[in-house]
């Protein structure tokens, strides 16, 4: 199989910004070369030593039942074998980012895309895109986890309905993906430790998000969460810890309808913010934060 055609690439007046297809594509395996799978190799021996002791113990355990390693990129269709019979998710091939509600759709119906290409040796520490490592090593292995996977499904039914709400609250919602399924702290009886995806694939955000003095680390609160905004371009200012997958799954089962009519009326918290009736785990020395660019 050749080797599906990269991202196109298109002026804006952001200058040249990628483009992606929508397509589900298979995953062309036989294409990846020597270097993909060394990068591979390198990424996931160098974060399964960080975790340890540091994710969520279902995390290493969920990869090890599907079999990931670090002697190969592993097979979506392998992968698919295990997830199928577990938890009735399937993993689709994908360019890259998708248009929002295309993505909503797919979690609705238990389809997580993957990216299929894998980062170039020099970005083994930082790319602003999500590539195979990120999604196959920090999204896939909850996907086991029968109560994070019916959150998924959720959120994505969730994202369907907020797409038909409007734009306010699609930022609502995405900011409750980004301070949980991206960038999630969880208390275990041993400490906090990370299920995050944004957070496990990233060896400095492994460290910083929970040994830095630097940033805030707040119980789980809904309203407070979809309200609070974000970094991009930075180790975030504030973790959101959750006790469980069940306290989120409870948390966001209610109809958020009338919480997305009341949050129009309500400000935004700054990414850094403290606010006198946050549950504060650890108040942050907010060390190195950048005054702006909060998203
Ligand atoms: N209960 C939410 C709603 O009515 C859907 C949702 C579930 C959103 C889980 C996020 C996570 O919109
Ligand atoms: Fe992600």
């Not at 290409?117 to 520490?125: K, V």
Request: proline share 6%.
């Amino acid at each position: 199989m050749d080797t599906p055609s990269r991202v196109e690439h298109q002026m804006t007046d952001k200058g040249y910004v990628p483009v992606y297809t929508t397509a589900v594509i298979e995953q062309p395996w036989s294409t990846y070369t020597e270097t993909d799978h060394a990068t591979w190799a390198t990424l996931f021996q160098r974060q399964r030593e960080l975790l340890v002791g540091r994710a969520a113990k279902e995390f290493v355990e969920n990869q090890e039942r599907f079999g990931m390693s670090a002697d190969r990129i592993p097979r979506f269709d392998e992968l698919n074998r295990v997830l199928r019979q577990a938890t009735g998710w399937e993993l689709i091939g994908v360019e890259g980012l998708l248009p929002e509600l295309t993505f909503f759709e797919h979690l609705a119906n238990r389809r997580f895309p993957v990216t299929w290409w894998i980062r170039r040796p020099e970005q083994l520490d930082y790319l602003a895109e999500p590539d195979l490592f990120h999604d196959l090593f920090g999204h896939v292995p909850l996907l086991l986890n029968p109560v994070f996977a019916d959150y998924m499904q959720a959120y994505g039914c969730g994202g369907v309905k907020a797409a038909g709400i409007g734009p306010e609250a699609l930022v609502n919602l995405t900011r409750l993906y980004w301070y949980t399924v991206e960038f999630g702290l969880i208390r275990t009886s041993e400490g906090l430790r990370i299920y995050g995806a944004g957070i496990v694939s990233s060896k400095g955000e492994s460290i910083y998000s929970l040994e830095s003095p630097a940033p805030n680390r707040i119980g789980f609160d809904l309203e407070r969460v979809m309200r609070t905004r974000y970094r991009i371009d930075t180790y975030q200012k504030t973790y959101f810890v959750i006790d469980s997958y069940e306290q989120l799954m409870d948390a966001t089962r209610p109809d958020f309808t009338p919480i997305y009519a009341r949050l129009r009326e309500a400000p935004s918290f700054p990414a850094g913010d403290v606010l006198a009736t946050d549950s504060v785990f650890q108040r942050g020395t907010g060390e190195g934060w950048l005054a702006d660019g909060d998203v």
